[in-house]
Nanobody
């Protein structure tokens, strides 16, 4: 079993920064790809950023240049550094782990609210 616990969400003014963390525990490996998704009210969940076990990253166009995903394999933790936040970044942010074989795990989410 895998558990993912997000933290670091909160209320921030536009232009501000937040750093999200996702601590993973259980039967995981440092090679497992992980990512951050978000879901705004009334919208579908969307990929924000992903990182492979080898450190290769990808980002949604809407966050490129503002967000940075990273991972500390020794701590089984993935981070999302969010800078220059905009009101449209307001959403619940979810951590995801790809276990392979079509198996995915999700955290419960952390709310990010960006005020204008």
């Amino acid at each position: 079993q895998v558990q993912l616990v997000e933290s670091g969400g909160g209320l921030v003014q536009a232009g501000g920064s937040l750093r999200l963390s996702c601590a993973a525990s259980g039967s995981i490996f440092s090679i497992n790809p992980m990512g951050w998704y978000r879901q705004a009210p009334g919208k579908q969940r969307e990929l924000v950023a992903g990182i492979t076990g080898g450190g290769r990253t990808n980002y949604a166009d809407s966050v490129k240049g503002r967000f940075t995903i990273s991972r500390d394999s020794a701590k089984n933790t993935v981070y999302l550094q969010m800078n220059s936040l905009k009101p449209e970044d307001t959403a619940v942010y979810y951590c995801n782990l790809d276990r392979g074989g079509g198996v995915y795990y999700w955290g419960k989410g952390t709310l990010v609210t960006v005020s204008s």
